[in-house]
């Protein structure tokens, strides 16, 4: 997408003319499931994560980077699913799956980097954390049947979206979720593009955390960080804004 999509992308965004739902539901997954070659590496997606560090976005912008809280995720089996919940309904066809790597059970923070204009503010990554450790390494988060050696150069598989939002969940708690998306809509609506939003369990069940996918509908990639000793330190979700630059330092107060 161009420099002059991307702007007009984001002045429809701050005027509220692109909406978050009514899309037409696909029907099957898209038959190359990847993100287009030059997205940025997982690193400088990274760095989207300190608070008050300048990055360049895709369409020439710099912008300012700061962290929000996205909520905790309940996930009784740690099997994490990645998702459009417009997507749901159709979960086998759309490969709405787990990720192969999994965590321990338990209940983790969600971390959104968000990016700012004077008009509007959009979420460029969120962060799953799963030990509060430096990151090592990072790797791309398959589903089962995906394959590395399948990619071209600059290739990711991805998380494709057409509702302009994502949401976090465990695997048990799809079952819970999908009809949900149907009876109670509201609950999925997002009330601002850098603000997330909750969808809670019920007793033991996992919870579902929902949040704005940048410039809206598109493929976003998620990887894997790992820490020193070769365990899952975070589940990081890239929603592509970055150019493929270095960021300039952090801000000085």
């Not at 999509?5 to 990847?34: K, Y």
């Not at 302009?164 to 009809?179: E, F, S």
């Not at 990639?221 to 970055?242: E, Y």
Request: aromatic share 8%.
């Amino acid at each position: 997408m161009g420099w002059s999509r991307r702007n007009a992308i984001r002045l429809a965004l701050a005027a509220g003319a692109v909406g978050l739902g009514g899309c037409e539901r696909p029907a099957v997954a898209p038959q190359r499931d990847v993100a287009p070659r030059g997205f940025p590496l997982p690193e400088q997606t990274a760095g989207l994560f300190r608070d008050g560090s300048r990055h360049q976005l895709d369409n020439g912008d710099w912008v300012t980077a700061t962290t929000k809280a996205g909520g905790t995720l309940r996930m009784p089996t740690g099997r994490l699913i990645a998702a459009d919940p417009n997507w749901f309904w159709n979960a086998e066809n759309l490969n709405v799956v787990p990720y192969t790597v999994t965590v321990p059970a338990g209940s983790y923070p969600v971390t959104l980097a968000v990016v700012s204009w004077p008009d509007i503010s959009l979420v460029a990554a969120a962060r799953l954390t799963v030990q509060q450790l430096p990151i090592q390494s990072w790797e791309m988060a398959l589903r089962p049947g995906q394959d590395l050696t399948a990619l071209a150069p600059g290739e990711a598989y991805n998380v494709g979206v057409d509702a302009g939002m994502m949401a976090l969940l465990d695997g048990a708690a799809l079952t819970r979720m999908t009809p949900l998306v149907d009876s109670d809509p509201a609950l999925f609506e997002l009330k601002a593009r850098d603000e997330p939003i909750e969808v809670p369990g019920t007793g033991s069940g996992g919870n579902l955390i929902a949040f704005g996918t940048g410039w809206g509908d598109g493929g976003y990639p998620v990887w894997i960080g790992r820490t020193a000793t070769g365990s899952v330190g975070c589940f990081m979700v890239d929603m592509a804004m970055l150019s493929r630059r270095e960021s300039m330092p952090p801000l000085i107060n």
